[in-house]
């Protein structure tokens, strides 16, 4: 199969708790308007309103849609007719990987009516004719999230197999607390503080004169230095794990001084290592 014949397009279907939402999300990703559980009657009028921009619409059915099994056919039949690059991905698992994930998500299954095992059985067997249509079949009982989102990364006709990260560089301070939604924490309380310079205190650490002094205490260009080659040493394996964002945050006390000499640095240390990043300072406003 080559790259070609998989752009355009896409039907994503298959069994519950397979990795649909996954590989959607990861199209979404890539710039694809993603349209999941909509009712089969609308799914023509749709692919007709994105008619300029089919090559980036993703519409996710599943056993869900009312009448899936048995109309799905004929409208992919007309789907077909006028739009030929539209592929259907069927995304699938073993039926005791499948009852693991529910019962460690503890989602219900679209048809509970019945035991979770019977749900999953009887899945399979209402969607095994819309297996057949498919172009590609997606078996992600041995895949995790990553290996799934690589997956549709190769079907969306891309060679890219790492994520180019988005970096936030954000300073603050420990006694607004630490940011919630922070990968990497630095508590850079141990460096020299200028606050007790009588002539800095009121000057912010993206000031020179508070850089200038901070640079002339060697231990703390030692200690940046330190971090710059983590974050550096970082960077491309959170890129691996195809994460598209990642917060940096830097913190000492009052998160005027030392956090934000530290954070600008390593903001400059990431833009150089080829990344998009963003320094802020969550506390500035505490500044004045």
Same mark, same amino acid.
């Given at each position: ?112 009516? $019945?035991?979770? #095992?019977?749900?999953? !059985?009887?899945? *399979?067997?209402?969607? @095994?004719?819309? +297996?057949?249509?498919?172009?590609? =079949? ?70 020179? $004169?508070?850089? #200038?002094?901070?640079? !002339?205490?060697? *231990?703390?260009?030692? @200690?940046?230095? +330190?971090?710059?080659?983590?974050? =550096? ?56």
């Amino acid at each position: 199969m080559t790259e070609d014949r998989f752009r355009g397009p896409f039907v994503i279907t298959g069994l519950s708790g397979s990795g649909k939402s996954v590989l959607s999300r990861s199209l979404e990703d890539l710039g694809y308007l993603c349209v999941d559980n909509i009712p089969l009657e609308l799914v023509p009028e749709l692919f007709a309103t994105a008619e300029n921009d089919l090559q980036r619409l993703v519409v996710v059915l599943d056993v869900r849609a009312r009448g899936l099994r048995e109309k799905f056919p004929e409208v992919f039949r007309e789907l077909s007719r006028t739009c030929p690059a539209l592929r259907v991905v069927f995304v699938e698992a073993s039926p005791d990987v499948l009852l693991r994930r529910f019962s460690l998500t503890r989602r219900p299954h679209p048809l509970r009516d $019945r035991s979770l #095992e019977q749900a999953i !059985a009887d899945e *399979e067997a209402a969607m @095994a004719g819309l +297996r057949a249509l498919a172009d590609l =079949v997606v078996d992600t009982t041995s895949l995790s999230p990553h290996d799934l989102k690589r997956q549709i990364l190769s079907l969306a006709g891309t060679a890219v197999h790492t994520e180019q990260l988005a970096v936030e560089v954000q300073s603050f301070s420990y006694l607004q607390g630490v940011p919630a939604t922070a990968s990497l924490v630095f508590d850079v309380r141990f460096l020299p503080n200028p606050y007790f310079e009588n002539d800095l205190r009121e000057l912010p650490g993206d000031d020179p $004169r508070v850089a #200038e002094w901070l640079d !002339a205490h060697g *231990e703390v260009d030692d @200690a940046v230095g +330190r971090l710059v080659d983590l974050v =550096v040493y970082l960077l491309p394996r959170y890129g691996h794990e195809l994460k598209s964002d990642l917060m940096i945050a830097v913190g000492c006390t009052g998160g005027r001084h030392r956090s934000v000499y530290v954070a600008q640095r390593l903001g400059e240390a990431v833009g150089a290592a080829g990344y998009d990043v963003v320094v802020h300072h969550r506390d500035k406003e505490r500044w004045r």
